[in-house]
């Protein structure tokens, strides 16, 4: 069987697995989630055997440090993926929610129901935990999934289908409800974003090359997260402190994540009250400082070059800008800035309102720190990751992410004139 | 200039102007859309003398009669123009609403902005008046817009773009709001839908080789609207009178629009009851009968073909079908529908339940004519089309289908343990 072929087998199934999904009842789903991690459960030793072979694999490769420790699974992960097929299933369904509901001077009554998008392709990088999470927030959501993890994860990931396949079974629903594509031949990932009779939309999660290479060539819809260049503006009326705890925070209290504050962004007549302060709690955490010619004027940093402002560091180094006004700083976040996260510290409410309204980023904030940018924080429960997409859904994106609405008409009769 | 750098700079200045009406208030949007009719019904003789052109290249073109007729102008459509601008001014404004904003246990207040998508790309077939129609509602809902007429319509789009931009800039906006590509140059279509740095979404208007040669070719996200095979299914506990008024409108009300049905499915157990009536309804009509063979029991009618399952035909026209029960009228529609608009006919209870929350359709109806399918039937006050897609915006697009959200927060200061 060729690549093409053995997609199209498992395409066709996810399709036909996507009906019986999208109107399976709440306690259905629920039972499922409840059914995989009992799987797992009583799989741990096979999972973990298997993820030791890719884990030996992956050393004989060469994989660093940090590609072994996410490819790594223990009881614990796996306790942890349990977990969350728990919590999943303790989150509100989505599907079938009836809103807006009104009568029409036609008569007719007319509203919305939420809907599954159908199947949802997930494309990710050699972590296994992912396999789990997203199967069960598609599942939870009334979708079918197709996943295709990291080659390197192969072993790990078919222990993994062999768990959610008993799970679906138990619980009576296709096992095509998840379909993990459990070959190595990377073919597999074109076929999955060019073919939009199998994949209602697609969801890369991983570094920003996989996302780049996934949404250039795809004709699938991407729900994509590029890069996070978040920033802090201190305006001329924020309250001192609130400045220098925000701006702290949004750097130092981790620095990986996508929500992490990469420039810094003055009002000159605060700047050389904050900036000395902040100079020296940056420098308890060894942050390197970037700063234009006025930020150099107040305080010892290296000089910040063009690239510096479009630049995610995802590390210790941060670029600091001073501007003029709330409008300067306004322009910089959406020339520069990646519309992910920008959050403004100010006591003034009509900048807040003006901030608010004028920034164009999936999430903008008002005297808090950009590293709230996070499903959970924000309330959804659970998150497949964070839109930097205009369309569909933007930010963090979590069950309703991946659902639709349809129009719902109900007459007695009624027809058109 | 080539006709890359021509929309290149077209496009740029379209992006600049989009982070202007995005920010514009409610007021000066009506007070451009006001200010285009004025400079319309100024322009009456130019624009028709435009026309006037337009119309002799067609009819020396041997354009067919219906392409002349939704080419030409009069005073009577350019009014209707006029009109549709103030409907327009009228309609709330969508951008800025503000919702659900609720504490989190961190302390932050988190809830939703409504915002413009960006920059709209339109492409249409020869009709002047979808220029101002969709100007209007990309200007309404904070958008700055594309548009691509048909070359046949060239100098009628051209006098009309002359009163955008005299409109625009009389309500102090800039004339990038509102882009007309005055080329004819049909290279111009394929930047516009591969140029995501200029276009945010692309919404073609017309026919369905337009549709299928824009989506097949975009890498921007495309809001289309294929076919529209549209089914009633007439069950066995339907009231017979209103299934019989209900699948006599859905056809005959008018048959080239999208919502018109194009396939009746008949519970076996009411299919003698009720067709012998219609058959006669839709022979003062005439309209061509084509059934399967339980209906060829029933009623005199012509063989239904495989083909016609999933034919639009957009004619006096109908294929018929008879069930054996619910779930079989429901895999028809999912099978062979194009997820358009479907009707069930019914007086029980729990299969008009059953049915809306398994027909996967834009629109889904009970005991209505599915020639409801419209903008302003649902109330949504105007209509740039009727969306197949899945994602975004489904069956028909208002003002809000051309917006998005993003998230806003509020805190006190707030950082993230």
Redesign the interface.
């Known amino acids: 069987m060729t690549v093409s072929e053995y997609f199209n087998q498992a395409g066709a199934a996810a399709r036909e697995a996507s009906?019986v999904i999208?109107?399976a009842g709440t306690e259905r789903k629920n039972q499922a989630l409840i059914e995989i991690g009992r799987a797992l459960d009583t799989a741990r030793s096979d999972i973990l055997e298997a993820n030791n072979v890719d884990m030996e694999a992956g050393r004989e490769k060469g994989l660093d440090d940090a590609l072994l420790d996410r490819l790594e699974l223990d009881h614990n992960r796996i306790s942890a993926m349990i977990e969350g097929l728990h919590q999943i299933a303790g989150l509100a369904d989505p599907i079938?929610e009836i809103t807006d509901m009104?009568y029409?001077p036609?008569g007719?009554q007319?509203g919305k129901?939420r809907?599954p998008?159908?199947v949802i392709g997930i494309i990710y990088e050699s972590r296994p935990n992912v396999t789990i999470d997203a199967a069960a927030l598609c599942l939870k959501s009334g979708n079918a999934t197709i996943l295709r993890g990291g080659s390197e994860a192969i072993n790990s990931n078919t222990a993994i289908a062999a768990c959610i396949k008993t799970g679906l079974l138990a619980a009576g629903l296709p096992e095509a409800v998840v379909v993990v594509m459990d070959t190595a031949d990377r073919g597999i990932v074109d076929l999955m974003i060019t073919s939009p009779d199998w994949v209602?939309?697609i969801v890369p999660r991983g570094g920003k090359g996989l996302i780049e290479r996934v949404s250039?060539n795809a004709?699938v819809?991407v729900i994509k997260h590029l890069e996070g260049i978040c920033h802090v503006y201190i305006d001329s009326d924020a309250?001192k402190?609130?400045a220098i705890?925000?701006a702290?925070?949004a750097k130092c209290?981790r620095y990986g994540i996508c929500g992490a504050m990469e420039t810094l962004l003055v009002h000159q007549s605060i700047a050389s009250d904050v900036l000395p302060q902040l100079e020296e709690l940056y420098a308890e955490q060894s942050v390197e400082l970037r700063g234009c010619e006025k930020v150099q004027e107040i305080i010892e940093v290296n000089a910040a070059t063009e690239e510096d402002w479009s630049t995610e560091y995802l590390a210790p180094i941060l670029s600091i800008k001073v501007v003029s006004s709330l409008e300067d700083a306004v322009a910089h976040i959406?020339n520069y800035g990646s519309g992910h996260t920008d959050?403004i510290?100010t006591e003034s409410y009509t900048k807040s309102r003006d901030f608010?309204?004028?920034v164009?980023?999936?999430?903008?904030?008002?005297?808090?720190?950009t590293?709230?940018a996070d499903g959970f924080?924000?309330?959804l429960g659970a998150e497949i990751g964070i839109s930097t997409n205009?369309?569909?859904v933007?930010?963090?994106v979590g069950l309703e992410g991946l659902t639709?609405?349809?129009?719902?008409?109900?007459?007695?009769?009624?027809?058109?004139p």
Chains 1, 2 share one sequence.
Do not use: C, Y
Not at 404 to 416: A, E, F, M, N, Y
């Open positions: 009906r999208a109107s079938g009104n029409r036609s007719i007319v129901m809907v998008l159908g209602d939309i250039s004709t819809p309250d402190q609130k705890d925000v702290f925070n209290r959406n959050s510290v608010m309204r004028n164009d980023s999936s999430s903008v904030m008002v005297n808090a720190s590293q709230f924080e924000f309330g205009k369309i569909h933007r930010g963090p639709s609405q349809k129009w719902i008409v109900l007459g007695d009769g009624h027809i058109r």
